[in-house]
Nanobody, 122 residues
Framework: QVQVVESGGGLVQAGGSLRLSCAAS????????MGWYRQAPGKQRELVAG???????NYADSVKDRFTISRDNVKNTVYLQMNSLKPEDTAVYYC????????????????WGLGTQVTVSS
């Protein structure tokens, strides 16, 4: 079993900051890619930011220069620092972890957290 647990959401005023954390635990050999997604009411889930095990990152255009993704490979944790928040950033933020279940990295699985609510007031 693999668990992915997010924390750090909340209510913040426009222009403010929040830091989300996500920890993966359980039975896996290593983690490949981790990412943050979000889903606003009535909209599809979208990628916010992703980071590989080597530290390569990618961001949605809407959050570039405002959000920063980072990870601690020892703690199997990924972070999302969100600055200059806007009301349109309001959504449930989900963490995704792609893990390898074996040493040879031949068995990969995706796991999702339950999400954490981020609300930005105007």
């Amino acid at each position: 079993q693999v668990q992915v647990v997010e924390s750090g959401g909340g209510l913040v005023q426009a222009g403010g900051s929040l830091r989300l954390s996500c920890a993966a635990s359980g039975r896996f050999f290593s983690i490949n890619r981790m990412g943050w997604y979000r889903q606003a009411p009535g909209k599809q889930r979208e990628l916010v930011a992703g980071i590989t095990n080597r530290g390569n990152t990618n961001y949605a255009d809407s959050v570039k220069d405002r959000f920063t993704i980072s990870r601690d490979n020892v703690k199997n944790t990924v972070y999302l620092q969100m600055n200059s928040l806007k009301p349109e950033d309001t959504a449930v933020y989900y963490c995704n972890a792609e893990v390898f279940l074996d040493f040879f990295k031949s068995i990969a699985r995706d796991y999702w957290g339950l999400g954490t609510q981020v609300t930005v007031s105007s």
